[in-house]
């Protein structure tokens, strides 16, 4: 078993979301059979092979370098859950 | 509402003032209301659409039309970002999220005066190939078998945007696919689904999911009307660094369903015992039919085909756990309060995503974090090098292949199996395209023996969607395929 208890509460944290106590088994059991079904890549031979991040061969084209005006702060801030005067606001990181 | 509605057919109506879009507008409007009970919309543009129907009607009156589709009504998959109306992506996180920016795409609708029904449900986040997933529940789909009453699936992501057309509550519509979910719910309703190029139409805008994946296309109830709408929305954006530079091309227009002396490839990988004998022999039909009408069949092999579903299980969860790290309740969508910071994220994370999504999010951390990178991640990109060669050598051989939609026809909505990797198995036939960055076309072909509409896939190399519109067009020509579901809604 691969993921088990404590590896789920770890990658919960990894992933930034909260596990409650009544997930833990279901979650562990869906993940695992996840892990299974990729796990049979492994018998695949690679060593030769590239990877492929992308299937667009095309190279990036560089915008010009020109100021824009778009993205003010009021439109940046417009959906926050809590501003105040240009910021989001978030609980207290510093003490 | 006449069921042989199309782009096409409404143009023509439009432009002999047989209709008005306010008329038009009004007559969707209405059977969205009468079909409530499929759920398709998660929100209805009411009163928006018929202020930007009665704009379109003036500039019919005043010949300054934005295109010969001016005025036509269509729905939105709720995955593309509209400027004042919810954007919801079907989950809790961004349940209030109102973007003031327009996606590309849409905006491309608006400049050729296309009007916004509503936005369409799909899968939470896209991630699904049942529309079970969907904060604001399932959509049904409006075909029933013939032996039951029970309600069934309309396929997913795209799942509201394919029912939709179907059930006429909109005349086309937008969907994305990343992995099927244009294709996959086009193939359960009956109707014509079409995934573009990775980089024909631009991402800039749609609630990303798996972004060297995900691509938006149309769903509609012919290949002519997939076309206009694919000549609509496609083409370069500078927003998307990775929208193609290749112009693009006239698709209605240049529409020529004569495909003699094309070559059509038949995969042998994607034969199945499993397959359903009634799909099996509609592709065996559909190939004989090709030869008929001057194309020659050709065997080839795809070896890699078995490699896609796992390697995009790890591949877009990768990208989904990298993209949905923004939701953090910070910036935008639901925050829930927590102790401090950390807290706070793991809280709004927690509530805000359903299980689907936070599975998906969990393999991905996994499959990234470190000790597992090279093994899982690297591996899979490796895989899909792979799959990509297998294509490249067979359009050596090919113009275009064959393949079923899906593995079966729409099942019940009570029926989804448990197993996540069961679920998985209804992309099958539809995932190894956006691995190697392909077009691909459902169509629908036949019924099977309980009256549910067979979808078959063509694929084509990239950027040839001119092509594989064409071929599709000869087969939609030869079979004529007209059936309709049964309203059963409305009583």
Known sequence: MEFDKKSLLKLGKLARISISDDKLNNLSKDLNSILEFVDQLKEIKTDQVDPTSNSLNQKLEVRDDKVDTKNSAEDILENAPEKEMDFFVVPKVIE | ?491
């Not at chain 2, 997933?133 to 799942?159: A, I, Q, R």
């Not at chain 2, 079966?408 to 198995?425: G, R």
């Open chain 2, 1 to 491: 509402m006449k069921d042989s509605y199309t782009l096409k057919s409404l143009a023509v109506l439009l432009e002999n003032n047989k209709i008005s879009s306010k008329e038009l507008t009004s007559e969707y409007l209405k059977n969205i209301e009468n079909g409530k009970e499929l759920n398709c919309y998660n929100t209805i543009s009411q009163e928006k659409a018929l202020i930007d129907a009665e704009k379109s009607d003036e500039r019919r009156k005043s010949q300054n039309l934005r295109s010969k589709y001016d005025g036509i009504p269509i729905g939105i998959k709720d995955l593309f970002c509209t400027k004042g109306v919810t954007t919801t992506a079907s989950s809790k996180i961004l349940s209030n999220f109102v973007p003031n920016y327009e996606s590309t795409v849409t905006q491309n609708c608006d400049d050729a005066g296309l009007i916004s029904l509503g936005k369409l449900n799909c899968d939470e986040f896209a991630m699904g190939s049942t529309n079970k997933t969907s904060f604001f529940g399932s959509v049904k789909n409006p075909w029933k078998s013939v032996n039951s009453d029970y309600e069934l699936v309309p396929g997913g992501s795209s799942g509201g945007s394919a029912a939709a057309v179907s059930g006429d509550l909109c005349v086309a519509s937008l969907g994305t696919d990343t992995g099927g979910s244009i294709r996959q719910p086009a193939s359960f309703t009956g109707t014509v689904g079409l995934k573009p190029s990775y980089g024909r139409v631009s991402r800039w805008g749609i609630v990303a999911f798996a972004s060297s994946l995900d691509q938006a296309g149309p769903i509609t109830k012919t290949v002519e009307d997939a076309a206009i709408l694919l000549d609509i929305i496609s083409g370069h954006d500078e927003k998307d660094s990775t929208s193609s530079v290749n112009p693009k091309e006239n698709y209605y227009e240049n529409l020529n369903s004569d495909i003699k002396g094309m070559k059509i490839g038949i995969p042998k990988e994607f034969r199945s015992d499993k397959l359903p004998a009634s799909t099996q022999k509609s592709w065996d039909e559909c190939a004989n039919l090709l030869k008929t009408n001057g194309a020659e069949i050709v065997d080839i092999s795809l070896p890699h085909t078995m490699s896609a579903l796992p390697a995009y299980y790890i591949i877009a969860p990768a990208e989904a756990s990298s993209n949905l790290a923004r939701y953090d309740g910070v910036r935008y969508g639901l925050r829930v309060k927590g102790n401090d910071l950390i807290d706070m994220y793991e809280k709004t994370r927690s509530e805000g995503f359903g299980d689907e999504v936070k599975r998906r999010i969990l393999i991905g951390t996994y499959v990234l974090s470190s000790g597992y990178y090279d093994a899982y991640y690297i591996k899979a990109q490796k895989i899909r090098s792979l799959i990509k060669s297998d294509y490249v050598e067979a359009f050596k051989k090919v113009d275009a292949i064959l393949t079923p939609s899906t593995p079966s026809t729409a099942f019940e909505i009570a029926n989804e199996p448990s197993d996540p990797v069961q679920n998985y198995l209804n992309d099958i036939f539809t995932v190894p395209v956006n691995l190697a960055g392909l077009p691909g076309i459902s169509i629908p072909y036949a019924n099977d023996e309980n009256n549910l509409p067979i979808g078959l896939q063509l694929i084509t190399n990239s950027f040839e969607e001119q092509k594989l519109l064409n071929v599709a067009k000869n087969i939609e020509e030869t079979i004529n395929y007209s059936e309709t579901p049964e309203k059963w809604w409305l009583k």
